[in-house]
């Protein structure tokens, strides 16, 4: 390798990866998965970047870890999609997590994704957006550090008076040990991936001038006839399963000691991931789970009179009540993503187009 070229480029290792890298069949399994570290593969063998990588080579890569490989050696969609993981060591790697909270008095809960997850989009990559990979399963996961966070965030909601013993200090203050410790959570079994793609066409008025003071032109407001700039993204599809880790941290537990204080984390993350949702994106709707003890959802009638339909459930900290998953915005039908008070982000299902409205313009 010389110069700036890509890791490998040129380097007959891409090859010997590539013919390591292919679908192959597991027992029991209906679609075939990945032989080899998918996430080895996306970030350390993208050998087709340039200086003028085009927008259609970046969608390629990205389908690359969800698509089986052609002749021409570019993903070919028409055989279907390939999922990323090991079964053997996730199922493997589940039960010794699993066994270490039983051992430790902790929490281990089950979660099943309910719309798709972006996770670890910030990392970077030349595709302009990264995916958090676990370095030995090869999988997308959620680090216990954002879980935490999201613990953390759902606390402050609930204004508990707990939320330093459990989680320590805020950042700034003296430094202090929690008593919860979260692990990362894991896919339990091979997962499906999908790509996504952003069109932002606000690029000059969310620049920032080289002076961080100048005031923005009003030529570059967000408008219409601005071009979109396609942003290709990795997702993980719904339907996947994740197990959770809980555990008692070296922090002094609260009054009631650490067996309340965990089941007490547990009840909010449950409620956390439902309304509040992990990994990127999540006003958007993504990153949206439910316990895998939980019935899944059904979509309430909306041709019916408000008070037949099913009694919603709590919209605290942004959350949405099943019973207004769907409506009508100026005869539009729309799909409530989150309610925030007065306002809501709705997707306009016959363009599939993400607004904010206010709430009173929602028809149930």
């Not at 100048?214 to 339907?239: F, R, T």
């Not at 991931?273 to 994106?281: E, M, N, V, W």
């Not at 769907?326 to 306009?348: A, H, I, M």
Request: one cysteine or more; aromatic letters at 6%; a neutral charge.
């Amino acid at each position: 390798m010389s110069g700036r070229l890509p890791l490998y480029r040129g380097d007959a290792t891409t090859q010997t990866a590539a013919a390591c890298f292919q679908p192959k069949r597991q027992p029991g399994l209906v679609q075939p998965v990945w032989a080899g570290n998918a996430g080895l593969w996306y970030d350390k063998f993208c050998d087709c970047w340039s200086s003028d990588f085009s927008d259609v080579a970046k969608p390629e890569w990205v389908e690359s870890v969800i698509h089986p490989r052609g002749t021409n050696g570019t993903p070919d969609r028409d055989k279907g999609t390939v999922q990323t993981g090991d079964p053997a060591l996730l199922t493997e790697a589940a039960r010794r997590r699993a066994a270490l909270a039983q051992v430790l008095g902790g929490r281990c809960l089950d979660f099943i994704l309910e719309s798709r997850l972006l996770t670890g989009t910030g990392r970077s990559h030349p595709v302009k957006n990264g995916v958090a990979w676990h370095p030995t399963l090869g999988v997308p996961f959620l680090a216990g550090s954002g879980v935490k966070g999201l613990l953390r965030t759902w606390a402050r909601l609930e204004g508990d008076a707990d939320l330093v013993a459990l989680f320590g200090p805020a950042a700034g203050d003296t430094l202090a040990v929690g008593a919860i410790a979260i692990l990362d959570a894991l896919p339990l079994a091979p997962v499906t991936l999908a790509a996504e793609i952003l069109t932002p066409h606000t690029g000059p008025w969310n620049e920032v001038a080289p002076d961080g003071r100048s005031p923005k032109e009003l030529k570059d407001a967000p408008a219409d006839w601005h071009n979109p700039v396609p942003i290709p993204l990795l997702a993980v599809e719904a339907g996947a399963r994740f197990q959770f880790i809980l555990l008692p941290g070296p922090g002094a537990a609260p009054t009631g000691g650490s067996a309340q204080a965990l089941d007490k984390c547990a009840a909010w993350l449950a409620e956390a991931l439902r309304d509040l949702g992990a990994g990127a994106k999540t006003t958007s709707g993504y990153g949206r789970f439910r316990p895998a003890n939980a019935p899944a959802p059904v979509d309430p009638d909306v041709t019916l009179p408000l008070r037949a339909r099913p009694a919603g459930g709590s919209s605290k900290g942004g959350g949405m009540p099943s019973s207004r998953k769907r409506g009508t915005v100026d005869g539009r039908e729309v799909e409530v993503r989150q309610l925030n008070g007065e306002k809501c982000f709705v997707v306009f299902l016959d363009n599939n187009e993400t607004d904010e409205v206010p709430t009173s313009d929602v028809e149930f």
